[in-house]
């Protein structure tokens, strides 16, 4: 009885609870959800404004915020960056809600349009080096531009951009407020500068003046395709008498132009002995003749007597201030004849400090002389005189107009050239000619003064020594004629070829060129030398010879029965040869047979032989360098004994 009223009064109890919460909560004033926020877009910022600060927002894609991305704090400002709530929330409508005290507000709605599509502008490269005439195609007005190390874009003003150096350049939409567009993804593009292609420098004459006693040396070179600077050796400021000068010219290419390729000859300074391109240092070594000392200038050449009949020819010697000399007489005569034209040769010598070089051509005079020549630098000098008094020819002196005669210049041959001279009608007969007052005819290179001998007659007087003019005979120029240097043999050491061939004729190279340059020119194969020439030969050139094995020797030949031993000298390992060769044939027959010997043996069983034939032998070596046998030259004959 005492349970049941205990359970009674605690139900009511928790009813007067629960009815005087309801009372309580129907007696307050009930509190709407928060306004929706009012964010705008700033579509040049690509942020959020009009937050309210340091609040936190709910970002979702529908209504029902079944797809929430989270929530995202404004900055200070009430900004935010779109960036910044979603990466890839253009194109997209949100719904946005914020709340201070846990609650969430209102929803916005706000769409986020999609970025404009990405520019693809096109190009114009420039047209060459250092023009600024570039340009960007495919643009339009609400599209901004700049240089990818740039920071400031430039609006573009029409569908061209012109006038741009070349570089690379970024293109892209502009965001715009008005127009309610963000700015677009950047486009690149890059304005290039054409390959530039380089014309091979042509002018190979290079304009320096050749040093002149007394002036001063020339320190630049200028042409159309490239400039240079000049060093001399010795460094005079000016330049001495008797001294010998090189130069080194340091070449740069003028803009379009390259100096690769250019063999070492192909450039030329005028007066040069040579001139040898350096093509890794871009430099051109010239080597010029030594200086002469100052030019004779006495011209008057005393002494010479004028040719008397029945007289001794004089001969006398020549000796004054600047140059010596000795007199002879066409035709060498020991009494001067009677009518008879005659000529003296005067051969002079400068003394010290003087020289005969630049002494003009037809520079001296001899008293009584009816003409005087000599060629421009020479010291033989001819002087025909008046005809001599009595004789049975004619009155009138043989002129040259009275001959045939060609003296066009020749060049070296290696062979005597002779001057043709035949009488005109009525002229006498030409019985000697003279070159330089002797009749030996001339091979070498040189000015030769031509005067002949010529027979009187009715109409003419005798004749000696009659200067017909001029023969120059020019050096050979080695970049033009064909020479072939001999091979040399190997001899451990560096090879330097001693001779060359010309027109079918050796010659050696100390006198006749000088070494410029040499390859390596050590081991067997092919060789390279550069030649530039002198006295008979002028100019300079590339020359391959070959580098042989030295020659070796048959020390013993053992005749046996149908077969022979033959015994040979080993070359040197060094020589790495390849193989040897020997030879042999019956004596007095012409027919050889060749066997070959690999490099280590130095003797070779020769069977099946005749019997009782004597049989020559030769040995031989060679290497192969690059599928090319380089041979050696065969041993002396060594002759056999009766084959048993």
Known sequence: MKKGKKLKRRVISVFLVLVLALTMFAAMPLTASAAAP????????????????????????????????????????????????????????????????????????????????????????????????????????????????????????????????????????????????????????????????????????????????????????????????????PADSTFKADTQYRATITLTEKSGYTLDGKLPTFFKVAGAESAIYRSKLKTVDVSFPKLPFPAVNIAAIPGVTLPVTGAVPAKPSIDNAQY???????????????????????????????????????????????????????????????????????????????????????????????????????????????????????????????????EGNAEYSAAEGLPIGILIILPADMAKVKISVSDSEWTGKQVKPAKFMYNGMTFKINSNSVI?????????????????????????NDFTFKIVPKKTAISKITAGSKQMKVSWKKVSAAQKISKYEVRYKVKGTSKWKTKSYIPGVSTAMITKLKKGKIYQVQVRSYKTVSKVKYYSSWSVIKTSAKIK
């Open 516 to 540: 410029n340059s040499l390859g390596k020119n050590k081991d067997i194969g092919k060789g390279q030398v550069n030649l530039t020439g002198k006295g008979n030969f002028t100019g300079y």
């Open 38 to 233: 009012n964010a705008t877009i700033n579509y040049v910022n690509e942020t959020l404004e009009n937050l309210a600060p340091l609040t936190i927002y709910y970002v979702a894609t529908d209504a029902t915020a079944s797809v929430y991305y989270g929530n995202s704090v404004s900055h200070p400002d009430g900004t935010k960056p779109i960036q910044d709530i979603l990466t890839k929330i253009f194109g997209e409508t949100l719904y946005l809600s914020s709340t201070s005290d846990g609650d969430p507000s209102q929803i916005q709605t706000i769409f986020i349009p999609a970025r404009p599509p990405t520019p693809a502008p096109g190009k114009n490269d420039a047209t060459g080096a250092g023009k600024n005439d570039g340009s960007i195609t495919n643009v339009s007005v609400d599209m901004e531009y700049k240089l990818s190390t740039a920071t400031t874009w430039t609006p573009c003003t029409g569908v061209v951009i012109n006038g741009l150096a070349p570089g690379t350049y970024n293109v892209r939409v502009a965001a715009s407020q008005a127009a309610k567009r963000f700015k677009s993804l950047e486009a690149t593009v890059t304005i290039e500068t054409p390959a530039v292609v380089l014309t091979p420098v042509s002018i190979a004459n290079i304009p320096l003046a050749a040093p002149v006693a007394g002036a001063a040396p020339q320190t630049t070179v200028d042409t159309t395709e490239y400039s240079g600077t000049v060093t001399w050796n």
């Open 324 to 454: 010596t000399g000795t007199v002879s007489w066409s035709g060498d005569p020991a009494t001067f004849a009677a009518g008879t034209v005659y000529s003296a040769t005067i051969s002079i010598r400068a003394k010290a400090g003087y020289s005969l070089a630049n002494v003009p051509a037809n520079f001296f005079t001899v008293a009584g002389a009816t003409s005087v020549t000599n060629a421009e630098g020479s010291g033989i000098i001819t002087a025909t005189f008046p005809v001599t008094s009595g004789g049975s020819g004619g009155s009138k002196a043989p002129q040259v107009s009275n001959f045939d005669y060609d003296l066009s210049d020749k060049i070296f041959t290696g062979k005597a050239q002779a001057v043709n001279v035949n009488p005109k009608a009525g002229a006498g007969k030409v019985t000697a000619i003279y070159y330089n007052g002797v009749t030996t005819v001339p091979v070498n290179a040189g000015s030769y003064t031509v005067t002949i001998a010529v």
